[in-house]
């Protein structure tokens, strides 16, 4: 079955970067977009990135030049580099494919910038 595995979070002052991780199983990885989805407290959750199985990458307007997504087919693994962050990016960070129409979800990552 698909599963979607992410890593790296933590406690960060502002300003400090994190790597996050997404490792995933049970179909095909390099045929599906990748996408990074975030959640902050009291928000909807929102997306932040997404990657295509050949690497063309999109980021939202508000962490452009500061995150960035990549992708190891090979590791069936993506990434999230994150500088320069802000308390404003605390938030539970996820990855998600959809595959059959079907969003899958990893269990989430907490990143927290704060002080």
């Known amino acids: 079955q698909v599963q979607l595995v992410e890593s790296g979070g933590g406690l960060v002052q502002p300003g400090g970067s994190l790597t996050l991780s997404c490792v995933a199983s049970?179909?095909?990885?390099?045929?599906?977009?990748l996408n990074w989805y975030r959640q902050a407290p009291g928000k909807e959750r929102e997306k932040v990135a997404s990657?295509?199985?050949?690497?063309?990458?999109n980021h939202i307007d508000s962490v452009k030049g500061l995150f960035t997504i990549s992708r190891d087919n090979a590791k069936s693994s993506a990434y999230l580099q994150m500088d320069s962050l802000k308390p404003e990016d605390t938030a539970v960070y996820y990855c998600?494919?959809?595959?059959?129409?079907?969003?899958?979800w990893g269990h989430g990552t907490q990143v927290t910038v704060s002080s």
């Open positions: 998600n494919i959809i595959r059959m129409w079907v969003n899958y």
């Open positions: 990657i295509t199985g050949t690497g063309h990458a």
């Open positions: 049970g179909f095909t990885f390099a045929g599906y977009i």
